[in-house]
């Protein structure tokens, strides 16, 4: 999964990117929630910023404001988070593991939750 311009995290998020805002479905959940989601990896210093708006996931940042009046911050090792962004784990199960780290009020991890059960059907 890795490519030649990024990391396995960053492919893995341009994917989720793709199949959510190709997704009517994903994009209805979207509507009246813009918070920024903060992907960040414990194990190889990379930091990525997905911003939500008009109901869809603008492109991937490299930097952001972490300090965002509603930001959703998510961590865990570079394989798990491109596990889990690429459909290849289940998101909520990686949570109850302690895979997974997610800070965000609980309707934001529900919402989170629905787009993978969405896109994935895991």
Not at 18 to 36: C, F, H
Not at 106 to 122: C, F, Y
Request: aromatic letters at 6%.
């Amino acid at each position: 999964m890795l490519s030649g311009n990024g990391s396995e995290v960053l492919t893995s998020l341009q994917t989720f990117r793709s199949k959510v805002n190709a997704n009517g479905r994903a994009r209805k959940l979207l509507q009246n929630w813009e918070p920024l989601v903060i992907v960040e990896s414990t194990d190889a210093s990379e930091r990525y910023f997905l911003r939500i708006r008009d109901t869809a996931i603008q492109p991937i940042e490299f930097e952001g404001d972490e300090d965002a009046k509603h930001s959703v911050h998510i961590r865990g090792t570079s394989s798990e988070l491109a596990a889990v962004f690429c459909g290849e784990k289940n998101a909520a199960r990686s949570v109850l593991n302690a895979d997974l780290e997610v800070f965000a009020a609980d309707k934001d991890q529900v919402k989170l939750d629905a787009i993978s059960m969405v896109i994935w059907g895991i």
